[in-house]
């Protein structure tokens, strides 16, 4: 299946244009797995999945779906 | 070393600069910055005396790192009592200044008393005068500095200064060093115009010295690396603190039309993709990032408004560049005030810098006129024409020069929100602690945030703790009390170094202190950082009770605490307070009434302050 | 092989880390006043150009000493300023015409970039790579070829 990914931050240029709006993942594969498929794996410390937050504790369970819209950010405080 | 040793005391009524040894004993309680400031005000003045009254001191203060290559080490702190709170003020700024005041041989200025005629301090290392601000009264930030640069014949000169929100008492007015720096919170402009202080100019040339340079340098070698890699480092280099705009509203806690909302439409035409890609006239709003002394991050925006928009078409003395977004100013001037015209925003936080304004408080204020003015408390005649309604660009950037100028409807926006609708009639809508406006961070999203506002020593505020990480990943109160006090304690203890909170996701106390202790003499840990940081903080508390704050100004307004949150990631909720407050003082060893017990103040060594 | 410091203003955030450097290898304190390499801030701080000697090879400032306290570094090409000899009389100061070389109140000397006899702290303090010390002979490739970039022919 393929999920779009929303790559904010210093994220954003990390992957090819086409590669952002549909990422292969495996079917029923997890959205932990989906984060850890990524080169920049470390980097990535929030994500929401549709708009929702799903904290890192959540993320195992939280199986994606086919043309889930996947926001990832890297470590962040506000100022 | 690493402190100069010497501080500076000008008597605005007597007309005297004195210099004076540094109380090293109590530097070596407090560091430096905000907790020794705290110390040297809780000293010089009595906490119940009003704000905007010559009693009142004005500390400007740097820490024991400032001036030296520890990354960030350009920060500086203004310590006073807020007009905009009553509590004790502590606003933080970066730039060139405070280095520049360590330069010439202080590690703190303190201003008491007032001057019948405007002036404005020079301070040229040993050679401290009062110079007669006459031909500067009356004038912006931006040609008060340029003014002084042009008159001692010295670019290089550092300035702060006031703008004629300053002069006239905004309550929100901040203190703006090196054109787009500012100590912004609770009101430290209005202080220093209530004493007839319009700028400190200053030059420095004596040097800092550390005690063991070389292994100093190894130290900061280390630590500067280590804060290099850190990934969050990266991202505000990069995108500054913008980027947390879509964090907030996908978490859905961006505030947004007086807080009644917490997602915003418009996001996506003023996040940190919208500031770096061109519009269709081919304008590009960002520029380029720019460092504060001695800062490898480089956090600073730099930004430009287009031309041919309606804010500055007409005005060419608008087109040059200067202080960017960031999330807060983003969030003061878009979502709070349901405005998405990120050129419109732009230039309001041009007007913030120019004046001398907190874009936080200005927003919020504005947020809560607009609410007034869309239930019809408010009508066109008074808001001199301009329909308040949440979304109005033109009202955003016409009623902030209006209060910047001190002129018609921004006459009522300089009270604040808390007066603003106390006078209107609807107290109900002031989003703000103890008189301050929040930040950009609903707290029924965010139940730490919420806890860290209520309990803010300087008033609602999202740099006096840091929850974000627990708040993110639990919306429950489950230990946000715990994370509350802890984070405190750190960053009192941060501040009190003299560095710059962005280091915090790269360097822990232990960081800091392996820095302090190659600089200064004596033994620097992390347990001692943080015993510092907690006694700043009861210090601060102290100082606020007795001014006459109580445990009823530990407290959130009605909407935070009584309606739901409409969506996002923690629909339905609201702030629980109640839950999280008894248990934060009991892990502050303060009474059920929030008042810090003998032991706490015993351990401390703040037995003397008891109340 | 020669080696200069390349400038890249492009790169710097004004920072002043390398001030800071500076002050401390030639003071042994933490002083821009006293750095030999400074930083200028144009608009708003939308530029910050760092700026220092750039050991011109005919040196207008070792021309005008009369007491010939300008001597040249053979192995770095630093033109070399001897406290010794130096009478502090700024002939020097008024011959560079880039500023480059001034007079130091406190030692009644004149200061100057030494390159710090082959390790530049100014270098090796950027963060940003603003500032490097470099092989002399490719001191103008790189803009080269960020210019080479920007023309539209040869594709």
């Not at chain 2, 879509?246 to 996040?271: A, C, E, W």
């Not at chain 3, 020669?2 to 002083?31: M, R, V, W, Y």
Request: glycine letters at 10%; proline letters at 4%; one cysteine or more.
């Amino acid at each position: 299946m393929k999920v779009k990914l929303d790559l904010s931050g210093e994220l954003d240029d990390q992957l090819p244009d086409s590669a952002v709006q549909a990422w292969a993942t495996p079917d029923g594969g997890s959205l932990a797995q989906l984060v850890s498929s990524l080169p920049f794996a470390d980097r990535v410390a929030l994500t929401s999945v549709n708009g929702v937050m799903v904290p890192p504790d959540k993320r195992n369970a939280y199986i994606l779906n086919d043309g889930d819209e996947v926001m990832m950010l890297p470590p962040i405080k506000g100022g | 070393m690493g402190w100069q040793k010497k501080i500076l005391r000008v008597d605005l009524t007597a007309g005297t600069c004195v210099a004076e040894p540094l109380n090293m004993d109590w530097a070596n309680q407090y560091v430096g910055a905000r907790g020794l400031a705290t110390r040297y005000l809780m000293e010089g003045m009595d906490p119940a005396a009003d704000a905007l009254s010559p009693e009142n001191n004005l500390i400007f203060a740097n820490g024991p790192l400032g001036g030296t290559m520890a990354s960030t080490s350009g920060r500086y702190v203004v310590v006073t009592k807020g007009p905009l709170t009553g509590a004790v003020a502590c606003s933080n700024s970066g730039g060139k200044f405070g280095a520049e005041l360590k330069f010439a041989g202080y590690d703190l200025l303190i201003v008491t008393g007032k001057s019948e005629e405007p002036v404005y301090l020079l301070i040229e290392d040993d050679d401290v005068s009062i110079k007669s601000a006459a031909h500067l009264w009356g004038k912006t930030v931006w040609k008060t500095e340029e003014t002084l640069k042009a008159q001692h014949h010295s670019e290089d000169m550092k300035v702060a200064s006031i703008g004629v929100a300053g002069e006239q008492g905004v309550y929100y007015a901040c203190i703006v060093n090196d054109l787009h720096r500012a100590a912004g919170r609770s009101g430290v402009g209005a202080v220093m115009g209530s004493k007839g202080l319009k700028a400190i100019a200053v030059r420095g040339s004596r040097g800092i010295r550390v005690d063991d340079p070389k292994r100093f340098m190894q130290v900061v070698k280390e630590k500067n690396a280590k804060l290099w890699i850190d990934p969050s480092r990266k991202g505000l280099t990069k995108t500054g603190t913008l980027a947390m705009i879509d964090v907030m509203q996908s978490f859905g806690g961006l505030p947004t039309n007086n807080f009644k909302d917490v997602q915003f439409d418009g996001v996506g035409k003023i996040n940190h993709k919208a500031v770096t890609t061109k519009d269709r006239n081919g304008h590009q709003n960002l520029i380029t990032n720019k460092a504060c002394f001695g800062c490898t991050i480089a956090c600073g925006r730099i930004a430009h408004v287009d031309k041919d928009h309606f804010t500055v078409s007409n005005r060419k003395e608008y087109w040059h560049a200067s202080g960017g977004l960031e999330y807060e100013t983003a969030f003061a001037f878009g979502p709070v005030v349901g405005v998405d015209d990120v050129n419109a925003l732009t230039f309001a936080n041009y007007l913030m810098n120019e004046h001398g304004m907190d874009p936080i408080s200005f927003g919020v204020t504005l947020a809560a006129a607009m609410e007034l003015y869309e239930m019809g408390v408010l009508t066109l005649e008074q808001t001199d024409g301009i329909p308040l309604t949440f979304g109005n660009a033109e009202a955003l950037t016409v009623m902030a020069e209006k209060t910047g100028k001190f002129e018609g409807f921004g006459q009522e926006l300089a009270l604040g929100s808390k007066r603003l609708c106390e006078k209107y009639g609807h107290p109900e809508l002031a989003m703000v602690v103890k008189g301050q406006e929040f930040a950009g961070y609903d707290s029924r999203a965010m139940q730490g945030m919420g806890l860290g506002y209520a309990t803010g020593n300087r008033g609602a505020c999202h740099l006096r703790h840091d929850t974000f990480t627990q708040d993110f990943e639990d919306i429950g109160t489950t230990g946000k009390a715990e994370a509350c006090k802890t984070s405190q304690d750190d960053v009192s203890a941060i501040d009190s170094v003299g560095i710059c909170l962005f280091t915090a996701s790269a360097w822990d106390l232990g960081d800091l202190a392996d820095q302090l202790d190659a600089a200064c003499e004596g033994e620097w840990t992390a347990e001692r950082l943080r015993e510092s940081g907690e006694r700043t903080w009861n210090l601060e508390r102290l100082f606020n009770m007795k001014a006459g704050l109580t445990m009823a100004d530990d407290t959130l307004p009605p909407r935070m605490l009584n309606d739901p949150v409409k969506t996002g990631t923690a629909k339905g909720n609201v702030n629980e307070l109640d839950v999280m407050l008894p248990e934060y003082y009991s892990l502050r060893e303060w009474s059920e009434s929030g008042v810090p017990t003998d032991a706490v103040l015993k351990r401390l060594d703040l037995g003397a302050f008891s109340l | 092989m020669f080696k200069s410091l390349h400038i890249d203003p492009d790169k710097c955030t004004g920072c002043l880390q390398c001030e800071l450097a500076c002050s401390l290898e030639h003071t042994g304190e933490f002083n821009p006043a006293r750095s030999r390499i400074r930083i200028f801030e144009f608009e708003h701080g939308l530029r910050n150009v760092p700026y220092t000697c750039t050991q011109c090879d005919e040196a207008w400032c070792m021309q005008a000493c009369p007491v010939s306290a300008i001597d040249i570094d053979t192995s770095t090409g630093a033109k070399d300023v001897a406290e010794s000899v130096c009478v502090g009389c700024k002939a020097c100061v008024s011959a560079c015409p880039f500023g480059t070389i001034n007079f130091n109140p406190d030692s009644g000397k004149v200061d100057k970039c030494d390159l710090c006899g082959g390790d530049p702290k100014c270098a090796e303090a950027c963060p940003t790579d603003a500032i490097i010390y470099g092989d002399a002979d490719w001191s103008g490739l790189d803009k080269m070829r960020r210019s080479a970039a920007m023309t539209q022919i040869g594709r």
